[in-house]
């Protein structure tokens, strides 16, 4: 696909969207909410068919976001064109951090939401198989080495 | 009467303490064939997101090139990609060079040392040796580059620390060729011996669609027919300026990813030549005053595939949040694809096929389900030999 393609084809789901931001010819970054992230999601991979890189979560605040929430980025990258596109997506509950699981329709992300899920404590719905990946089975539960309020 | 019958589990693993990744695979097994695999990773977790978090940005090379001691060149150079894009930095045309040529040394010396140990696997020593003893030149002239065999610490935001002398170029170019023809006379052996297509082919199959499922990447992904390298598709350092090929196949099993591996040192002993010869004078490296707020993304080629690294800076001189993605996270969990349905003997080969950091000497075993060993790691290297030499015998 080449880069206009690739916007346009973008587009299409910009009402599940909050925005949509070109930082370079080979970067795009797509903002939306939990509640639309699996759809995005499958929309990346099916219809764009583009290929999954990673996740990235991050215990996120000011000054990148008004108040304390929970970023989770899809790397996805377009081989033809050589884009990354970057879907940051917003968890804003603190007490209960859930999202809906995209390993069902993409096997790829079965180790990283485990990952996500020891190290933020973030719930990943539907998710097949939410056994820990990297903490030990003796580490504590309820403790998340990757939140803010462990200290460095 | 109603004892619940457990499948007996074959163990792979723990530790693999030449590597610097300790995976577990846990093979159910029905009689010989493999019915289902349960990977364990981070038995070693270091932490390293967490303690790039507390360094500085140009003391994070430091800390990334020990990932992985044989990628040691492509981490650092995938974070200051990503620095370099926060910062708006452009390294000088001659540090793009030199950039080029470490990477492409490192992916030869990778290369020469996977088809060793996958000789090693099917009983086939001789090819160990030659391509251990061919893999020790690169080594020296990375030695004679960087001032280090491995973790080459020479790579910085803005450029590159160490240059190549102007009179090291003759020297590199000559043992080039001397490289060349070994691994030429080296891959013609392989290639040509029909006792390893007969081992080889068919085994391990990773499909097209799982590839993609799976997202794998470099010679795992490039093998199973998909035409992917980040040199080509997002040109770093050099790449661009320089002509050199992409290798695929179609077949997807372990012997392609054989013939993917042996033909890509060919492209890459053809790029650092080109390199080396075009190398332009000038400064190495562009001074960096400060990091701005903000986010940005740098991959690059590593041999094993796309090394991906997410930089988020808020202003101050530490990075708030890095994330690393090595190519083996998305390659190992593809052994779900790969490995069910095959033979006992040919799970070392297949497991050893997507070049995982992951080494072949520790502990194998297999469990019955009164704990009894049957297998260990000895005498599943001797099934995987066993069976090359039963090949053998049928063929002559």
């Known amino acids: 696909m080449k880069l206009q393609e690739l916007l346009n084809r973008l587009s299409e789901i910009k009402d599940k969207l909050t925005k949509i931001e070109q930082a370079s010819e080979k970067r795009i970054y797509l903002y939306c909410e939990a509640e639309n992230s699996y759809a995005v999601n499958k929309f990346l ?13 991050i215990d996120s605040g000011p000054p990148f976001n008004p108040i304390d929430c929970f970023e989770i980025i899809y790397h996805y990258s377009d081989d033809e ?3 990354v596109v970057n879907l940051k997506v917003f968890i804003r509950d603190r007490e209960k951090p859930a999202i809906e699981s995209i390993t069902p329709f993409l096997p790829a992300a079965e180790w990283i939401e485990r990952e996500i899920h020891d190290i933020l404590g973030i719930d990943f719905k539907n998710h097949p198989n939410l056994k820990r990946l990297i903490l030990s089975d003796d580490w504590p539960e309820g403790v998340y080495p990757l939140r803010k309020e462990v200290k460095k | 009467m109603n004892k619940k019958v457990r499948k007996p589990v074959l163990a792979v693993g723990p530790f693999h303490p ?20 349960d990977v364990r990773i981070s038995y070693n977790h270091r932490g390293i997101e967490k303690i790039s978090e507390s360094l500085q940005f140009d003391q994070v090379p430091f800390l990334v090139s020990r990932i992985c001691g044989i990628c040691s060149a492509s981490h650092p150079l995938a974070y200051v990609q990503a620095v370099e894009e926060l910062a708006g930095v452009k390294p000088p045309e001659r540090a793009l060079y030199v950039r080029t040529i470490i990477n492409e040394l490192e992916r030869i010396h990778s290369h020469l040392l996977w088809a060793g140990l996958a000789g090693h696997f099917i009983g086939y020593d001789t090819v160990f040796m030659w391509a251990w003893k061919y893999r020790e030149p690169v080594l020296d002239l990375l030695e004679e580059i960087t001032g280090n065999r491995n973790n080459y610490g020479n790579v910085k935001v803005g450029g590159c620390r160490e240059d190549i002398a102007d009179e090291l170029r003759p020297k590199i170019l000559k043992e080039l060729d001397e490289i060349e023809k070994k691994t030429d006379m080296l891959t013609k052996a392989v290639l040509d011996d029909p006792i390893l297509h007969a081992r080889l082919k068919n085994v391990g199959v990773l499909s097209k669609e799982d590839a993609i499922g799976y997202a794998v990447t470099g010679p795992t992904a490039r093998a199973s027919g998909l035409a992917i390298d980040v040199r080509r598709d997002d040109p770093y350092a050099a790449y661009a300026d320089l002509e050199w090929n ?10 392609a990813k054989v013939v993917v591996r042996l033909l890509e040192v060919f492209e890459s002993i053809k790029i650092v030549r080109q390199a080396t010869k075009k190398l332009p004078s000038g400064p190495i490296s562009v001074e960096v005053k400060e990091i701005p707020a903000g986010e940005a993304v740098g991959r690059a080629e590593a041999p094993r595939g796309e090394t991906f690294h997410y930089v988020r800076s808020d202003g101050g001189n530490r990075p708030v949040r890095h994330k690393v993605r090595a190519p083996s996270y998305v390659n190992v969990p593809s052994f779900k694809a790969s490995c069910i349905g095959q033979h006992i003997a040919d799970v070392t080969i297949t497991l050893a096929a997507v070049d995982p950091c992951y080494s072949c000497t520790e502990r194998l075993a297999a469990v019955e389900k009164d704990s009894k060993v049957v297998h260990d790691y000895d005498a599943l290297l001797r099934l995987s030999r066993e069976k090359t030499e039963r090949i053998r015998k049928e063929l002559l």
């Not at chain 1, 219809?47 to 890189?53: E, K």
């Not at chain 2, 610097?20 to 019915?35: A, H, N, R």
């Open chain 1, 45 to 57: 991979f099916e219809d764009l068919g583009l290929r999954f890189v990673i996740e990235t979560g």
């Open chain 1, 81 to 83: 064109s050589g884009c």
């Open chain 2, 18 to 37: 030449l590597q610097e990744e300790m995976e577990f695979f846990q093979l159910t097994v029905d009689g010989e064939i493999v019915t289902d695999i």
């Open chain 2, 246 to 255: 992409v290798i695929t196949r179609p077949e997807g099993d372990v012997f």
